[in-house]
């Protein structure tokens, strides 16, 4: 019987730490494994709070070496495809968490909703996970909810978590 | 001494075909590659446009055979690396055209975005072309050009490509 | 602290169930990540047997769906890029052992040659993994251990992840 | 109606540039497209016999960028998947000729089997061109045929090339 993962995005060059620390451990504390691009910023953040938890922190590169990830993660996937990772990055997750987030962000939001990958928009954050929430990417039925604050997702991200089999 | 290449991208299945098609009967005329993805909707009318004209046409295809490309391909790339694809699609393109489109074109102007290919974002079209004219992806200085009309997307398409060689 | 993670490759179809078990119990005691293609097979055998000692067991498959993963996996990572995950497969391992196989083993231990994986080629089960011993794929300085029991394979395994620093 | 595709594979640093030369003449001059990895020693030598005879040639690169291709590509698809690319290489033949080769051009042999392409492969150079001719990959009835002399490959390769509806 698998875990449950999550897929945390967002830039690797932004702020948002706090709340992606905060998101990361609620995820460890839960028991499910946090997957994510394996970098800095964002990723590095919410891979530092789940690991601090003991979660499972999964990183997955677009390059060939292990090192290149952040120091949190216990499993490394050095993919070697180049950014072209970010559809396997999303696909991991049975939820997608949108934290800020530039152009491989926005790349990885729209994978998700082809996908339906349930996506949380944290709209209380600058960026992408921002915009998407009030312009869902088609009107193909992929699923973006919406939270406002930090507590409310967590909250959904609760939520959804509890409907993955849907998902599978 | 390679050809210059031009991306057109937008849904499979939507309109804009008279607007694609006019667009990819000029990228023929001025003797540039039309790559697409290779399916339906945008690329193939655009296909079919630039195959009237005697245009080479390429479709890069997510599938593994050949004969799911549309009918107006000379060149048929099956990648069977999935929608991964789109990375490839738009990094082979000296310029990017964005004509309507959803989740997949929206991916694909990120990508286009991060990997500094100019976009031509038809905003007299409706869908992700449009939008992202009025949001660019972030601020890494890529490139949008917001095209009102049919004639200014083809004016700023044929300034875009005399200066090609700044981005390769 | 990443963990260290062993690649095991081999057919979805073949036999080599007992030898493929016994080494995916090794991996788990001595503590690490078992990395497969997270298919039937060689790829199953070897997932159950770390199972049951209760190590970790990740899939990477070439398909979009968690649920054609194999039972014994508890993190997968459905790739979406078809058999182009052939390559994150065993770019993931700090070594690859390869047990029978037909193409798919084949392009993977290419791969894992090409990026300088250690591959412990078990010449005691036919198939790819015992002919590379043989059959070198090139000049360009991989590293191939030839391994002619299965004992042979655990301590040859051990001396490699031992070293493992030295091809991260 | 699409043009017939030929991918010649083989390493980008060894010999048999005359080989590969004659080959992409006679690729152009039989009207068919030649795919290639887009670099240098087999596949420039096949480009650049492609191009003298006034044929299209493709290369499909690795990298993110145009100018990575040698000079006789008419059309650069930069992938940005990485080695990864090895797959859309072959997928994009009809049929696929190995001269030569080292580890990636096995890994191209062992796709281009699992997915049925028909290889002719040059046994009169050395490398995984000859050594596969030997050894077939597996048993799942991929196509591999021996050529003994360039005359040979050149007429496998019509014979194939009539067939090709077969393939697709």
């Given amino acids: 019987m698998r875990r449950r993962q999550v897929t945390v ?6 702020g948002f ?7 990361g451990k609620h995820i460890a504390q839960k028991g499910w494994v946090l997957i994510s691009g394996g970098r800095g910023g964002v990723m590095e953040s919410a ?13 997955i590169l677009p390059f060939e070496k292990h090192h290149h990830a952040n120091e949190y993660c216990d499993i490394v996937i050095p993919t070697g495809i180049g ?3 970010n559809l396997p990055n999303v696909l991991a ?11 491989g962000t ?3 939001i729209a994978y998700a909703w082809q996908f339906k990958r349930p996506i949380i928009a944290c709209s209380f954050c600058d960026g992408w996970g921002r915009r998407i929430a009030a312009h869902p990417p088609d009107n ?9 604050t930090l507590e409310e997702a967590l909250r959904i991200l ?4 509890e409907r993955v089999v849907q998902y599978d």
């Avoid at 995005?9 to 932004?14: A, F, K």
């Avoid at 997750?93 to 530039?102: L, Q």
């Avoid at 193909?140 to 406002?148: L, P, S, T």
């Fill in 17 to 23: 730490v706090e709340e992606a620390y905060l998101i």
């Fill in 9 to 14: 995005i967002g830039s690797s060059d932004c």
């Fill in 140 to 148: 193909r039925g992929g699923k973006i909810f919406e939270a406002n």
């Fill in 93 to 103: 997750g049975d939820a997608v968490v949108a934290i800020g987030g530039g152009a």
């Fill in 83 to 85: 950014f072209a990772r």
């Fill in 47 to 59: 891979s530092k709070g789940a690991h601090e938890e003991g979660g499972i922190v999964v990183g």
């Fill in 158 to 161: 609760d939520e959804t978590m």
């Fill in 106 to 108: 926005l790349s990885e």
